[in-house]
Every structure is written in C-alpha cells, then in structure tokens.
C-alpha cells in the first residue's frame, strides 16, 4: 500500500461446495453434485475475477467432520483443485487449507510452492491445525492432540515451510547453456532443522516461488491461535459476529504482530461474512427464510450441539441455550465457532430455533441479509472503522450467491472508492499489498 | 482387451523436464527453465495426445537427488503438475509418482481420487518406496529405512489406499432435492484398519472416483519390489536392457499375478525406453554423441558411481567396470537401475567410457539410436514377442524428441495395426484396457 492512494478493501471468495447455507444444494439453481465438479469452481472463480476479488479460498477436511446424509461437504483436495482453476484465470489468488497436524512440512512446502509456480504467484497457504477427532482417526490417532501441542507444531511446521521456501536463493538458478552451470550451489541452502517434532535437512527440491514465499493465512481465536497468526500470517480469516468484536480482534492481533517486529501493515484481518442478497430487505429474508426451511431441524440442532460441546437432547427448540457451556473437546475444540456462536445467542438473546435462523443454519460466521446498498454499507462501515480489512465471502448458495455479489455489491463499494476496479499486479502479494519477502541468506547478509 | 480385437500396444511419454540426457537443457532448441514450466509440461502432453499416447507420466523425489549444478531434477509436485495437464488435454491419462515412505494414506488416496475426478477418469498412481538418503533426511530420518521394512509399508498403505477409494459405494451419493437426501450412508463404509504401519478409520471424504480407482502404477526389479507388483500394480514400469531379460521379467511378473488370482491382463508391463531420433541412423548417432559430450565427464562419472555403489575414483574411463561391484547401500539401494546398468556393461565389455555413452549419459534405461523404422521395428518385436505390452518413452530432449516419436515413429505403428489411430475410451482404464474394479461391498456381495 502505498501513501498516496487510500486504503483498499479486500475481498475473498471462500468457495464452500453448493454455498454456505447447508441447503444451499437444494435450491432449483443449485447442482448437488458441485462439491465434486471442478467446473463449478472453476465458474466460481471466473465469476470472482471478473469481480476483481483478490482471492478464492478453499477449506479443508480430512474426514468427514459433517452430516454427509443430509449436505455436501469439502471433498477435492485444494491444492488439486486450485491448480485447476488457476490455469483457468489469469489473476484470481489462490488459497487452500492444509492441515499442520496431518502432514509432513517438506510436502507442504513444496506443494505450496509447486502451486505458486504453476499459477505464476498466486499461491496461499491457509494453516490449520485440525481440531476433530475422526480426522485424527485418520492419521493413526485416537484423540485429537492437545490444543497447546497442536498449536506448538503449528508454529514450528509454519516456520519450517518458510525456511524450505527459502532454501533457494532468488537467484540460485542459472541454467547457462554455454558454461553448463545449471544452479550455482552456493545459492542452495540446507535448512539443517532438529525440533520438537521435525527433522528436516532440505533444501526444498525446486527454486524459490514467485511470490518468493507462498501467502500465509491463518484463522484461530484462541490465545495460541493468536499467537500463531501474529507470528506468521499475512491474513487472517476470522469469525467475529459483532463489530466490536472484530475491532478487539483486528487491533490486538496488529498490536502482537507489531511487538513481533512486523510491520504495521503485514496482516490483513478478513472476516467471514455470509451474504443473503435481494433487491428489497423482505426479499432477501424471504430467501434465508426458504434456505433455512430446507434445512431438516435434526441436522441444525446435531450441528449447533455439536459446536457448542452439548449433547443434542440438552438442545430445546423454543427455549435458549443452557447457561454451563463450556469449549467441546475438553478445552480442545474449537474455539472459533463456539465462541462467536454463543455471543451472538447471548447478545440476542434468541431460542434455539431463533438462533439457527439468525445463523441460517450455519456454522459461526456472521451473516448479512440485505440490499446490496445494506451490505455495502455494513461492509465500508467495518472497513473504514478497522474492524476488518477485508472479507472471506461466504455467500448463501453457490454461484448465484457470488455473482449477486459482484453483480450488485461490487460495482457500489468501486464507485465508493475502496475497492479496485481494475488488477494493478498478478500476485496475490501484490492484490493483498503485501511485500515480497527478503529470503533467509539476503536477510542475513544485510543483518 | 476384446477378443475380436487384435493386442494393442501402450505408450506412456516420461515428462522428464528438458529430457532424458542430462544435458539436454543446453541444446539450442531447450529452455533451461522447462523444469519449472507449466507450460512446458502442458506442450508436452498436447503433442502426446495428438499422438494418441495413453498417459504422460511423472517421476518424482522428495530430495534433492542429483547433481543439480549440472542438470535440471524433477521438481513440481506431480499431482499439481498433472492437474494443470488434465485441464488442457481431454483423454491423455495422467499418472504422477508419490512415495508410501514419506506420505499418509489418507492424503494419498484423496489427492489421487481428487486428480481422478478432477481429470475425468484418467489418473494414475505410480507408487515407490524412495531408496535415497536424502529423502529420508527431510522426513525425520538419519537413515534409508531397509528394504524389507519399506516394501512392507509400501504394500499396506498400497492396500489401504484401495480400500479407501472403495469406501463410497459406486451408487452412495443421492443428492436427491426433493427428499434432502444427499447420501446413503449405508453405502459409505469405515476401513477401520489397524496395521503394523498405520490405523486410519475412514470413509474417504470423497465419493468413489470415475475409474473406481486410480490405475495403480509400480516399478520394482527386487523380489520385494516383483511381489508389491504382482498384488497391486496393473502397469508396471520396467527397467531391461535386454529383449531376453524383459521377457523373463514380463513373464514371471504376470506368472506370479495369475498366481495371486488375477486375470491374465491384469498387469501390463512398460518398458522404460529413450529414443534418439534420425533421419539416418548416422544422424541420430551424432544427435546422441552431441548430447554427450556437453555432459561433463565428472559429472556422468559420479553419477555412474552413485548407481553403482562404488566410490567415484575407482572408475576408469578407459578401463571396464570393477570386478567386485555389490548393490549400494548394503543391499537397500536402487535395484532397478544397478542391475540394469551392470548388466548392460557386462554384455557389452564396455569401459566406463563407452558406457555411459552407450547409455546416453543416463541412468540404466535402454536406449535406441536411430531412424524411426528403426525404432519402430524394435518396438514392434518387444511388443509381439511379449516382452513388453508397451513403453514408457524417455526421448532424449523435450519436447522435440517427443514431437519427433510422433510425427515419425507414432505413424509407422498406426500402419502396421498395433497402435491406435483415435481414442475409444475416456478414461486411462479404457486405454490400457484394464477393467473398472468392483468395489469391495460389490465383490463382498457377489461372494
């Protein structure tokens, strides 16, 4: 971001299957099989870039961590499924989730990195540490790890990637036909790492990536997710259902990055959003209304239940959440969701059946039911206080969710001056105003 | 494979960045930066496929294994890579090489079942157990682990990764509207697999994928390595310098198949082959000595050293290989190309010197010089003699080399009726003439 020109707004589209409602599938438009078709997401993406998004963001499980009998779920691996839609566009950035938890850091390091080359810089790598149990069931586990030991692999995989991305310096390949020097091997660094949990020797086995380090994006309300966004992410995606909330949020995670010895500028907050568009407010509540109606009451109490850390028959309908919730897991679940849940209840003090409404029968985030005048005014409100510097967009269903959005939403936050209306770079780096970073050797020259 | 059909020969093109030789990158006619080129890969498979090839395929390392001051190494990711092939090619198979020793199950089976559905129908597996030392180094380890205990791992997870791209039932997503209904879950079974390498619990968290599963790919000249291939591989990528020794290999190989009750066309054997073309076969010759000579000699010499066990100063360039070599790494090395390599000096009564020029500089593959009549008649006789069901081609340098097997050798086996001239099926099943497998509550049914 440069000093002359005002500060933009960023936008992601985070492209859950079918949409963010668990209905979503069931409209006339929807084709339920989108959560398997790589046409659906790459449509999804061309409809972002024409929209100038910065981003399409990709969640990930590895289980199956929902009601599978009742909606779809996040199936195709991401990286996988960013490759193809990357070949499909030409600036859209591409982010996908993997988990710390389940995975080795030299294959994550180097998909990621295969990923930023393939797409000529347009790579984000969303860390997760993975808090469910029938994904650890999947990895040899019978438990989830503690929350503490999670996050400390997190901090030491996160900073493990960075080094191998690093391995290489910038301008370590040569590839001179007439001398026949191929990399100048004094450019190619071993990593040398012994840990708590990794030993890796490197270096990585391809050169330093465009963006010379993939984006690093993270989501986490707890304290170590905190503490593990301030140290490495770039982005943040988080889920604050009230503004104050975001506000607390975006500054005290400036405030550690910046005690850190991070810029003031090196992570961006993105809160989720969930979008409900129609051309009048009653229509649009006619919509989540529809939505919510598809959604079988089982299926939403088992899910809120199972968010809240409650068994489902403490769950009464027509009365309000009980008083002595505490975090599933023992401590251990997650904190996002359970959190930002149980204020949104509290504070509208809604019944059970209120609140899955409110939620449109989702998982936590906040959502928008509205004109597109309403959301872009709710968004440049947000945007403009600091309480979020730009949105992972979730919208109802999926792609009409999204082209509403950059049909009516769009075009207005343009003509208000604070989203682009034209790309000025081809990295996600350059769309999210982030810079490139130095590498490990060029850091240390200059130090 | 019908029965009123005659036999039909299989070809794979090796993507091997700038091409098989080593130097290859410094021909005028090379981009020394094909190695982390998309687009590269992306030329290649289109002119494959207007071959009517059946599948590009990948190798891949987890390490730096090679003498990359020299020459280029494998380096994007394959399953990345291939999806990037599959989204601008319509009936090429993609096959990409991952290790059992450095990966997770789990994340195997999904990332493979994803390039399947994500490609329609046309992905494949070629699954290794990785002998080095420095791939062992970026996963924890101060040592390769041995042999037996790599291939008893590689056949568990092999297995389980079957069983989990068999844990959806062909028929178990609905995705009915009117009824909510998105899956049976009758239909989506555990694995529940509890093994001397891992426990994973399952389902896959996709549902079965175009071609059931994957094409399974091996490569392997040990006795582990035959055995892994008789139970699991239904196309294997050989390694033979000779006529006699391929046919003893595809013989046992297909023996010991039947052996383990599998059909008689259940496996097919690739011959690994590199091509250096002419228009004489003076010219190829020379393309081949032109090729050679840009390789540095301490560079082949190493290399050569490497494969066979031996320290570097014990070659002679102008003297025969050492009486007393042994399989390097105390006998956990890499069979394949040892055997191969040794043998073929042996036959020959090669120095070191016309070795590696009679192996183009390259790493035990057989290699032919010459006209495309001529490579044409070679392939024919392999092919009808049962020495190989077909080859995977290493030409010299890409993409020329692979435009060159096309144009000239590609049309002389359409003329004699052993290659097809158009595609019949969609999927890399079809064009390997391999069966779509049940799966296991199909067959578990059926008994």
Redesign the interface.
């Known amino acids: 971001m440069t000093a002359t020109r005002p500060r933009q707004l960023h936008l992601n589209i985070n492209a859950l299957h079918s949409g963010f409602v668990p209905?979503a599938?069931?409209?006339?438009e929807?084709a339920?099989?989108a959560f398997?078709d790589?046409h659906h997401y790459v449509r999804l993406a061309r409809i972002a870039e024409a929209g100038k998004l910065d981003a399409i963001f990709l969640a990930d499980?590895?289980?199956?961590v929902d009601q599978?009998?009742?909606?779809?779920?996040?199936?195709?691996?991401p990286?996988?499924?960013l490759?193809?839609v990357?070949?499909?566009t030409t600036h859209l950035g591409v982010i996908g989730t993997a988990s710390t938890s389940?995975?080795?850091p030299?294959?994550i390091a180097?998909?990621f990195a295969?990923?930023d080359?393939?797409s000529g810089g347009r790579a984000g790598w969303n860390v997760v540490t993975t808090a469910d149990l029938?994904s650890a069931?999947?990895?040899?586990?019978?438990a989830v790890p503690d929350h503490a030991q999670r996050y400390r692999r997190a901090d030491e995989f996160t900073q493990l990637v960075k080094d191998l991305w690093d391995s290489w310096e910038d301008d370590a390949?040569i590839?001179?036909?007439a001398t026949?020097?191929?990399?100048?091997?004094a450019k190619?660094h071993p990593v040398r790492h012994r840990g708590e949990f990794?030993?890796?020797?490197?270096?990585l086995?391809?050169?330093r990536s465009p963006q010379g380090r993939p984006v690093l994006v993270q989501a986490g309300a707890s304290a170590d997710g905190r503490e593990l966004a301030a140290r490495h992410a770039e982005a943040v995606f988080s889920a604050s259902q009230s503004f104050e909330e975001s506000l607390d949020y975006a500054r005290g995670l400036k405030q550690r990055a910046e005690a850190l010895g991070r810029g003031p500028d090196a992570v961006k907050v993105l809160a989720g959003l969930t979008t409900i568009v129609g051309s009048t407010e009653a229509e649009a509540r006619r919509r989540r209304d529809q939505l919510v109606d598809?959604i079988?009451w089982n299926y939403s109490l088992t899910r809120l239940a199972g968010t809240l850390g409650v068994p489902v028959d403490r769950l009464k309908l027509d009365e309000r959440l009980p008083e002595d919730l505490a975090l599933p897991g023992g401590g251990n679940g997650n904190h996002t969701f359970f959190h930002a849940t149980l204020a949104h209840a509290r504070r509208g003090q809604f019944t059970v059946r209120q609140l899955i409404r409110e939620l449109a029968g989702g998982g936590g985030h906040r959502v928008i039911v509205g004109t597109p005048e309403q959301i872009a005014d709710d968004i440049e409100h947000w945007f403009k206080a600091g309480a979020a510097d730009g949105f992972n967009l979730m919208p109802d269903q999926l792609p009409g969710g999204l082209q509403d959005f950059v049909d009516g939403v769009v075009p207005i936050l343009q003509r208000r001056g604070i989203f682009r209306t034209a790309y000025e770079g081809r990295t996600l780096r350059e769309h999210l105003g982030l810079a490139r970073p130095a590498g490990r050797e060029a850091t240390r020259r200059a130090a």
Chains 1, 2 share one sequence.
């Open positions: 209905s599938w069931r409209l006339p929807s339920p099989d398997i790589v499980n590895a289980a199956i599978i009998d009742f909606r779809p779920i996040t199936a195709l691996e990286t996988v499924l490759t193809a990357a070949a499909a389940y995975n080795e030299y294959n180097r998909r295969s990923l080359l393939v029938p069931r999947n990895f040899g586990l019978e390949f590839g001179d036909k026949g020097r191929f990399v100048d091997l190619v990794f030993s890796v020797q490197g270096p086995n391809l050169p598809l079988p």
